[in-house]
């Protein structure tokens, strides 16, 4: 019985499974405070903004009371930016160099690149945005530049005999856009336009294309994943596309077979 009231004494356990441990917000705020790396102060910034943003203006307020490294005051520049403000409130953020950084760490023709080099892909790399059906890129100009989907939506569409245009692929979230021509600086086998929602996108231009290739072989594995399941998708585009006109020659075939002598 005393065991029973023991139990029935003892308060309940608030209920944390929502909240971020308490001892990973502590280790995040000594990395931003900590004297390392720039990346490293400028990641644990980052991530303490995505369990803690009140907490996260706080230090970042407290960062560029002094001066800061680049990366670092970037960072905590962006999540200052984000407090709402009446000249701020509903406009999107300027991206940074981290949140090109993860996005590129997303993309399948990047993700095999180590921290160090993502970082100087997402560098340089520029920010487009586009209205809904707005044109990201038109066939027959000369591909001069990829694209990295951020956010949003792409289709790619080729013209009809009749003159209108067919969707004939969809490019989701950290899929990339012109990368092949890129390589032959052929022209735009087709047009690619934002989708139903507005897209952004990060440009990254051929020049530094052909670097990142010449220097990294995990990007140039990438290339050739990405080239592999494309041809395979024209392949069985090509043999859905062909095989009700086989069936319909088998049909024939038969028939004209039975009416022979």
Not at 28 to 38: A, F, H, K, T
Request: proline content about 7%; aromatic content about 4%.
């Amino acid at each position: 019985d005393r065991k029973s009231t023991r139990l029935k004494a003892s308060p309940a356990a608030p209920d944390t499974s929502d909240q971020p441990p308490l001892d990973l917000i502590a280790v995040l705020q000594r990395g931003v405070s900590d004297d390392l790396d720039p990346l490293l102060r400028a990641l644990c910034l980052y991530g303490l903004a995505r369990l803690d943003l009140n907490q996260a203006h706080a230090v970042a307020n407290d960062l560029m009371a002094g001066p800061q490294p680049g990366l670092v005051a970037e960072t905590a520049d962006a999540i200052r930016l984000s407090q709402a403000s009446p000249s701020t409130a509903g406009k999107p953020r300027p991206l940074t160099t981290l949140d090109k950084l993860f996005c590129l760490s997303d993309s399948e023709f990047f993700n095999q690149l180590p921290l160090s080099s993502l970082m100087d892909v997402a560098r340089p790399c520029q920010v487009r945005s586009y209205a809904q059906g707005a044109t990201i890129c038109e066939m027959g100009a000369v591909s001069q530049e990829m694209f990295i989907l951020f956010d949003g939506e792409a289709e790619v569409l080729i013209p009809r005999p009749d003159g209108s245009r067919a969707i004939v692929n969809s490019i989701a979230k950290g899929e990339t856009i012109g990368e092949l021509g890129v390589l032959t600086r052929a022209s735009r086998s087709a047009t690619v336009i934002a989708g139903s929602q507005p897209t952004t996108v990060l440009v990254l231009e051929a020049e530094q294309l052909d670097r990142l290739l010449r220097q990294s072989s995990p990007v140039a594995i990438g290339l050739m994943v990405i080239i592999s399941k494309r041809l395979q998708q024209l392949l069985r585009r090509f043999s859905d596309a062909a095989e009700p006109r086989v069936s319909s020659w088998a049909g024939t075939s038969r028939a004209g077979a039975g009416e022979a002598p």
